[in-house]
Every structure is written in C-alpha cells, then in structure tokens.
C-alpha cells in the first residue's frame, strides 16, 4: 500500500441521515452545540456535520480565528447560527466568562444549550515520563484535563433539568491512547484521557435522571494538524499499517459518531466509551 497521503486522500461522501436532527425545546427554542476547539480538525467537522443536522453551534479556539470564522462561515452557509469565541478551557475564570457571553448570544438567538462536544485538547513532542517537565505536566492535565472539567460542568448547570435546562447530551473526546498507554510517546497524555473515560462515567451516573446522557469517544490514529503540534506531522500515515484497516481515520469519520451520540437515536446510550480505531 502507498503510505503517501498526497496519494491516498480519501474522499469520503459524507451524508447525514434525517433522523439525526436534535430534539427541539417544548418552548419552541432552537437547539444549541457548544464544540470547544472547533476551528479545525475533529472539531471543525463536528460543527460542519452537526449543522447538517439541525444544530446551530456555538464554538471555541485558541489563537486561529481566521480558521474558527471559516468554520462559522461554513454553519451559516448551511442555514444555522454560529459564533466563535477564543477560550483557553484551562483558565476556569475565561471558561465562566465565554459561557456567561453564549447564555446571553443565545437567549437573544432563540437558542437553546442542548449539547456539547468537548473537543479542546493537547499533546507533545514525544517523551519518556523522566524527561517531561512540570510545566508539560501541568499544561496537559490543565487543558486535557481539568478543562474539559469546568467545561462540561457548566454544560450540566444550563443542560439538567435540575437546573432548569431541557436536557441534552455531552460527548468528551478520549482517545485509544487511554487504553493502550503510550509508552515512550506521550504517557501524559494518555492519563488525561483515561481521566476523562472515568469522569464521563461517573459523571453520566450522576446526572441519568436530569436528562443529560454523557459519553465518551475514542478515536485511533487519526489524520489531523494534531500530529504536528507534537512533531510528528506524518505520524497517522507512519503508523498506518500498525493499524487493521491499514490507513489512518478522517475527523468527518468521528464526527459521523459525535453527532449521533448526541441525537435521539443515541437516547438509551450514556456512560459509554465508544472507541473508533479501525481496530487497532
């Protein structure tokens, strides 16, 4: 097989099923997404297909607005409202703020919080656990970690019905990684992530009976600008025959599983860790 990507990009047809469409609000309001790191990859394509679906979409960055505006220009193309926020999900105090400036966007859209996808997240150049630094310990477990924490706890106080919300659905992106360890890559990394498998399920045990359903996702080896900001640009196609389906997964490919774990047709599924790994 030809490893090279500029030679094997896949085009896939990407289609979203009618019955994904979200839930609407017994008081007419539309349904709202919140996908923090939505500017690109994963993020970037959960937006795009969750507006195929029906949703209007709030997103968050860090420092690529022009990227973020893309995305945002793309929703609106579809027929729904979009707006993008930059946030550093580490920063509990920017968390409260951008949360508190969507409460206000939406209220006077018509919207609704119905969902988030808590997509923010980081790795690093490739490491033993002897040679990290306190600084990269803290900015993993900070972003990857806690982050994804206060984020999906302000979701809950605007999603439970014991708040007054209409209920709705949180997805937390994982990765294979909390599985198998990443030894001599990236054992940080990895501990987040199976930090936050354990969060989804206690969490979605917590909130069953206020109508949030919580889950959590596991993607493989995925081809996206990730790999590079650890450097190792090439790194999915480099493993791909590492991999059972001898090729690297597409974000539109866990997208596809994003947006139904927060539909209607996912309504009995909480507490679960869905991996998408092309059996590795």
């Known amino acids: 097989m030809n490893n090279n990507p500029s030679e094997n990009n896949l ?25 923090t790191g939505g500017s690109r990859g994963i993020g970037a394509a959960t937006a795009r297909l969750a507006a195929q679906a029906g949703w209007h979409v709030a997103l968050t960055y860090v420092s690529d607005a022009a990227s973020a505006g893309a995305v945002v220009d793309d929703v609106r193309a579809l027929g729904r409202r979009a707006r993008a926020w930059p946030l550093d999900v580490a920063d509990e105090a ?20 119905r969902g988030l996808v808590n997509n923010a997240g980081v790795v690093d150049r490739a490491q033993r656990c002897d040679e990290m630094s306190g600084e990269r310990l803290r900015r993993m477990v900070g972003i990857n970690l806690l982050g994804a924490m206060y984020v999906a706890r302000e979701a809950v106080r605007r999603l439970s019905t014991r708040h007054g919300g209409a209920g709705g659905s949180i997805v937390n992106l994982s990765s294979v990684a909390a599985r198998l360890g990443a030894a001599g890559q990236y054992v940080d990394y990895a501990a987040t992530k199976a930090g936050l498998d354990i969060w989804t399920q206690g969490l979605a045990r917590e909130v069953a009976a206020e109508g ?15 790999h590079a ?14 991999i059972p389906m001898q090729r690297p997964g597409t974000a539109e490919e866990i997208a596809q599983t994003l947006v139904w774990l927060l539909s209607p047709q996912a309504s009995y599924t909480t507490a679960a860790i869905v991996e998408v790994t092309g059996g590795r």
Do not use: F, K, Y
């Open 11 to 35: 085009h896939l047809n990407v289609m979203t099923p009618v019955n994904l469409s979200p839930m609407p609000s017994d008081d007419g309001r539309e349904p709202l997404l919140l996908i």
């Open 94 to 113: 920017q968390v409260l703020a951008v949360c508190a400036e969507i409460d206000d966007w939406a209220g006077a859209e018509g919207l609704q919080w």
């Open 212 to 226: 949030v359903r919580v889950n959590s996702v596991r993607p493989g080896i995925i081809d996206t600008e990730i």
């Open 229 to 242: 900001s650890g450097g190792q640009p090439d790194r999915a196609w480099q493993l791909a025959p590492q």
